[in-house]
C-alpha cells in the first residue's frame, strides 16, 4: 500500500491516504478541541491567523496539547512512518502545526512555491470532496527544472479560480490524511460554498533545516516523552544546529545543504536529479498555455495603461 502512494507522491507532487487512522469517534473529537481552541483565542494572539479570507491558529499543541495524541497516532502509523522515511530521508522534524479555516467567501490565494524540502500533511476535519476553499496545485509541477520565480510566472488567485481545470484540489473526506511537496506550485481555491471547512497542517522539514525563528517549548516536549512524536518535535537543539532555514531564498540563490540522511524531498531540489526524471508532456504544454495567457494579460495591461495616459495628456 505505501509504495503505491510513495510512487503517487513522486509522480505529482501529492497524495491523498484517505481516512486509515482515525475513527468517525476521534474524528469528532479532534474536530470539537480545535473548535474549542479556535473559539477561545483572541484575535489579538499572536498566533491566532487573519489572513484575507483565511482564519486559524498557529501552534496548536501549545493551546492544548491533547492535539500531540491525534497527530501522534498519524506519524506512527506504519504506513505514514514508511512514507515520510523515504521522502523526507532520516531526522526529519516537525516545526508546524497549524489550524487553517476557510471561512464563507474566502477568495483563495495566489499560486507560489514553499521553502526547501518542506512536506505538509493535511488533516482534513470536515466532508469536503468539492476542494471548496482548499488547497490548489499543479499536478507533477514539482518536476519543473527551474523555480515559479525564476520562470516569472506567477499567478494571482483570480487565475487559479478562472482555470481551476488546470489544477487539483486537495480535498477530501472527514478524517483524510493528504500529503503535498511545497515544491510543487500550489494555491488556494475560493469558497463558494454557505460552510467553513477547516483543516490541520503539520509542516515536516529535512534534517538541518528550520522553518520558524522558534522551536518547540522544552516543556512540550517533556510532557509528550511517551509518544513517538516527541522525537519530531523540533526542539531549541534543533534550531541551534540549523544550517539552513527553509525559504524560497535558497532556492533561488542555489545555496542548498544536502546530506546523506535526506529524501526524495531534496532530490527534487538538485538540477542534475530533475534533468532525468520524466515529466509528463502534459505539464509542458499547461506552463506554456499559463506562459501565453500571463504574456498577453501583461500586455492588455500595458496597452491599456498606455492610452489612458495618451487620454488623459
Known amino acids: 500500500m505505501t509504495i503505491k502512494e510513495i510512487n503517487l507522491f513522486k509522480k505529482q507532487g501529492f497524495v491523498n491516504f484517505g481516512s486509515i487512522v482515525f475513527s468517525e469517534k ?56 514508511c512514507f515520510l522515511d523515504d521522502i523526507l530521508g532520516k531526522n526529519y522534524k516537525i516545526w508546524d502545526i497549524s489550524l487553517r479555516r476557510s471561512s464563507v467567501g474566502d477568495m483563495g490565494l495566489y499560486m ?28 507533477s509541477s514539482h518536476l519543473i527544472l527551474k523555480s515559479q520565480a525564476q520562470l516569472k510566472l506567477k499567478m494571482p488567485r483570480v487565475f487559479i479560480n478562472l482555470f481551476s481545470i488546470l489544477f487539483k484540489p486537495l480535498s477530501g473526506s472527514e478524517g483524510d490524511i493528504l500529503f503535498f511537496s511545497n515544491k510543487a506550485w500550489h494555491g488556494r481555491f475560493s469558497n463558494k460554498s454557505n460552510e467553513v471547512h477547516d483543516v ?42 540549523a544550517l539552513k532555514k527553509s525559504n ?10 544536502y546530506d546523506v540522511d535526506h529524501g526524495y524531498s531534496m532530490d527534487i531540489e538538485s538540477y542534475d536529479y530533475l534533468a532525468k ?18 504574456f498577453f494579460s501583461s500586455s492588455f495591461l500595458a496597452f491599456f495603461r498606455y492610452m489612458k495616459l495618451k487620454i488623459y495628456f
Open 26 to 81: 476521534e474524528c469528532k473529537e479532534l474536530k470539537e478541541i480545535t473548535n474549542h481552541i479556535y473559539s477561545a483565542i483572541s484575535t489579538k494572539h499572536p498566533d491566532f491567523i487573519q489572513d484575507p479570507g483565511v482564519l486559524g491558529v498557529e501552534n496548536l499543541p501549545l493551546h492544548d496539547k491533547e492535539i500531540l495524541k491525534f497527530i501522534n497516532k498519524i506519524v506512527s502509523h506504519s504506513s505514514i512512518k
Open 112 to 139: 507560489h512555491q514553499d521553502g526547501v524540502g518542506q512536506v505538509n500533511m493535511i488533516i482534513n476535519l470536515d466532508n469536503n470532496t468539492k476542494g471548496e476553499g482548499a488547497s490548489a496545485i499543479l499536478p
Open 200 to 241: 490541520i497542517f503539520v509542516g515536516f522539514f529535512p534534517k538541518g533545516y528550520s522553518y520558524y525563528d522558534n522551536s518547540w517549548p522544552k516543556d512540550l516536549i517533556k510532557k509528550s516523552s511517551t509518544l513517538y512524536i516527541s522525537n519530531l518535535l523540533a526542539s531549541s537543539s534543533d534550531y541551534r544546529k
Open 248 to 257: 524560497i531564498e535558497c532556492r533561488e540563490s542555489g545555496d542548498i545543504y
Open 277 to 294: 526524471m520524466h515529466r509528463p508532456i502534459k505539464l509542458d504544454l499547461i506552463v506554456l498555455f499559463i506562459r501565453c495567457i500571463i
